[in-house]
């Protein structure tokens, strides 16, 4: 594979070719080819620096936070505060107190759903939702309104992927508690006008929980100038480990908000019958949390940071424009969701008739492409276009033009297979 001497990172300084160094696997053949990586979107790869840094805690100072007063603990306690303080300016917040660590998004959204939503929602209220949310914003919101009988609208997805905003006004105007939606999704690459939505839901007196999974990893957030209530993203979604992710809240809802888990961290005084709680974050981190992984964050977040996020999100823009043009050149390639100007850096397609599970096969196999198929946790909206499946390429920082000739390559191989 040859490289294009694409420049990336805020002082285009460092060439594609270099980025793509620091990442190890990147390295690797798979039956006997280049791994081409195209599903960032699922799970990032990890740069050398997160490997080494979560290593480098296991091999020298590996110990469980908050307890000892030994040199060891003390040193991982202030590792992870540090991870905590550059999670919290990476997204802007006003305090690191306001960043709860959790697993990941999905266990983020459950959070706000058992302690905001036990204690705000009630029988007959409206939660808002719209059609491309992945899973994990969909299933939480429908068991807390079986828990309390509030009920759910969604907002329609148009025919090119975008959320039908006038539908969104209409419902706003039944007065929502709750409005939550996905900032990025996952499927069409659709990005959401988040900032006016939001402020339509504070208008219309709404709490506003957004799906940043998709978002965070690959252009800035800002959550003052979103003004969001609560945003959810993953760790390994953002050249960080797997087994981290992060709830942001607004001070005041966070503390408001009851524990959602009880155990050693949490609690402030405990007696044999009633216990008060800590203070934030940690009211909400009951036991030893994930302490290498935060490390890991911490790090991925600076290589994030040097490269910079507007470079980043550029460096995808022009992916997402090239697979495109390239894609576009099959005329049985079907490309779902909106144009450029309106998706990150994923396209979800179909090949003619060829199931998607059965094209990525042929990717993996022939070409050592990396591709998802399936209905990428997001049922209803494959329901929405009548589709069981669609193949998914995705971009990050080190995806290069020369990977999506492959897998267009490999598209055309796929053809010659199933001759058409
Ligand atoms: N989407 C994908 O291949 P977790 O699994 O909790 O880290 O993230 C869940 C999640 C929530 N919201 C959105 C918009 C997402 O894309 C995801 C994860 C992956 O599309 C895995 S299904």
Request: overall charge negative; hydrophobic content about 40%; charged content about 20%.
């Amino acid at each position: 594979m040859t490289i294009t001497d694409n420049r990336i990172s805020k002082d285009h300084q460092r060439s594609i070719e270099e980025i793509r160094k620091d990442f190890p696997i990147l390295a690797r053949e798979v039956h006997g080819k280049a791994l081409v990586y195209l599903d960032s979107t699922a799970s990032s790869q990890k740069p050398l620096a997160v490997i080494e840094a979560m290593d480098t805690y296991y091999r020298t100072y590996n110990a469980n936070i908050h307890r000892g007063v030994y040199a060891i603990s003390e040193e991982a306690t202030a590792a992870v505060d540090k991870a905590r303080l550059k999670t919290a300016r990476f997204i802007k917040a006003r305090q690191s107190k306001q960043i709860i660590f959790t697993r990941n998004t999905t266990e983020s959204i459950n959070l706000v759903a058992y302690s905001w939503g036990n204690a705000n929602i009630h029988t007959g209220d409206l939660i808002i939702l719209t059609e491309m949310e992945h899973h994990s914003n969909l299933v939480p919101w429908q068991l807390l309104a079986e828990r309390t009988g509030a009920r759910l609208e969604f907002v329609p997805v148009t025919d090119d992927g975008l959320l039908r905003q006038d539908i969104y006004a209409q419902l706003l105007q039944q007065g929502p508690k709750l409005v939550a939606f996905t900032h990025m999704s996952n499927v069409l690459g659709t990005i959401n006008p988040a900032q006016e939505m939001i402020a339509q839901a504070h208008a219309a007196g709404a709490i506003v929980l957004l799906d940043a999974a998709q978002s965070v990893p690959h252009f800035p957030v800002d959550v003052q100038a979103l003004d969001v209530d609560f945003l959810c993203f993953s760790s390994h979604k953002m050249l960080g480990p797997t087994g981290i992710g992060v709830l942001y809240g607004k001070r005041d809802l966070l503390e408001a908000m009851p524990p959602f888990m009880g155990g050693g961290d949490m609690i402030r005084k405990v007696g044999l019958r009633h216990s008060t709680w800590n203070d934030l974050p940690w009211k909400f981190e009951a036991g030893t949390p994930a302490i290498a992984e935060a490390i890991g964050l911490g790090v991925a977040v600076d290589y994030l940071n040097e490269l910079g996020m507007e470079a980043i999100m550029e460096h995808e823009r022009e992916m997402t424009i090239y697979a495109m043009q390239q894609l576009k050149t099959i005329p049985e390639v079907t490309i779902y969701g909106p144009d450029v100007s309106q998706r990150g850096g994923v396209i979800s397609f179909t090949l003619g008739d060829i199931h998607p599970h059965d094209l990525a096969s042929i990717l993996d196999q022939e070409v050592g492409v990396a591709i998802r198929a399936g209905h990428h946790c997001a049922q209803p909206l494959m329901e929405r276009y009548g589709l069981a499946a669609t193949a998914r390429a995705s971009f990050y920082v080190y995806t290069i033009k020369e990977e999506i000739d492959i897998l267009v390559q490999g598209l055309r191989k796929a053809q010659e297979i199933f001759r058409f």
